[in-house]
């Protein structure tokens, strides 16, 4: 279709149907092994029912799977970058998912349902179809359950990030990153190298409200290390062996964006990374490699740029920090009584 043809609402919606209860969110590919469209259907009490079609206006039902409640996503991915070894992903609003495989008709899952998000703002996220072949990433958005009263608009996305399965100690699990495309932000650069942390050390110079962070280190004989940001802080306790979110007070919306969140992390080693990106109502924190993400809604917009790294009982060594001031992505900023 061009930018010359009109779409017309076809006359022989709908094409399915109702089937039962509050059917929705038909989440449509493209099949290429059978040549086929395929559909997955919400139909209530977490049942997913699968169509095919090869002209998406007559379609045959083909299977039904109870999994998840609503907003479904079918995509495949390879395991650790291996083309010759991809495995399917059914996954859900409240993003928990199932592994395994899809022969156009049925899926059949190999693992249990499985964590995705670990933070407070994050449903009903949508993947990317169609990339380019040459580009070849599985990009995804959320909806980002913010409030934002007093302003012109409600909510928003979390930041674009690129998924992939890869083989962990538990199995195979979908690890999630930032696109690269981030770069397109970046404006100063602050980082710091093979420092040793004992107590707490005050980061200066650091200017703005948006950032991208990059932590490395390596917790010794400590208790714990944190990274402070804005009054937000990302906490690796090595007693628990857990990451631990916690956003700062507010009087502005929910109560429970100041409650920590928190995941596994047993890291044999010490060694334990976070990137984290920082925006006014949203931190995105992406552990080891991805492994964990926690998309955090907070309201930062009247804390100070202050930054520190504490290391709470002990030692941690510091192994590189960089602390990137980001750009907007609005080229132009309008005031919010501008008409």
């Known amino acids: 279709m061009t930018e010359a043809e009109p779409l017309l609402k076809y006359e022989g919606n709908p094409v399915i149907g109702h089937i039962r209860g509050s059917n ?19 139909v209530e009490e977490n049942d997913m029912d699968f169509f095919t079609s090869t002209d998406l206006k007559k379609w045959t039902h083909t299977s039904r799977f ?8 079918l995509f495949e991915l390879p395991v650790d970058g291996d083309e010759d070894n991809k495995k399917w992903v059914i996954y859900g609003a409240a993003a928990d998912y199932l592994i395994g495989s899809f022969d156009g008709k049925e899926f059949k899952p190999e693992t249990k349902s499985l964590k995705f998000n670990y933070g407070n703002a994050f449903y009903a996220s949508q993947a990317f179809n169609n990339i380019p072949s040459e580009d070849g990433r599985r990009i995804m958005m959320g909806w980002g359950r913010v409030p934002m009263p007093g302003m012109p608009y409600n909510q928003m996305v979390t930041f674009p990030i690129e998924l992939s399965l890869k083989t962990t100690t ?25 420092e040793t942390i004992n107590g707490v050390k005050s980061l200066s110079g650091i200017k703005g409200e948006l950032f991208r962070i990059n932590a490395h280190f390596k917790v010794d004989n400590a208790e714990s290390f944190a990274l402070i940001c804005r009054e937000y802080e990302i906490k690796y306790d090595a007693k628990t062996r857990q990451v631990i979110c916690t956003g700062p007070e507010n009087d502005i919306g929910p109560g429970h964006f100041s409650n920590p969140y928190t995941a596994p992390l047993n890291s044999t080693d010490g060694n334990v990374s976070f990137e984290i990106l920082v925006d006014r109502t949203m931190v995105e924190v992406f552990v080891n490699g991805g492994r964990y993400y926690f998309p955090m809604g907070t309201y930062l917009v009247d804390k100070e740029p202050v930054f520190k790294v504490i290391s709470r009982g002990g030692n941690t060594r510091l192994k590189y920090l960089e602390i990137v001031e980001l750009k907007s992505i609005w080229k132009k900023m309008i005031a919010r009584d501008d008409k």
């Open 24 to 42: 929705r969110d038909p989440r449509v590919i493209w099949h290429e092994p059978t040549k086929k469209w395929v559909m997955v259907l919400y």
């Open 170 to 194: 538990d199995g195979i699990r979908m690890f999630a990153v930032p696109v690269e495309e981030i770069h397109n932000l970046h404006q100063k650069k602050h980082s710091w190298k093979n």
């Open 66 to 73: 109870k999994c998840f409640h609503e907003c479904p996503e």
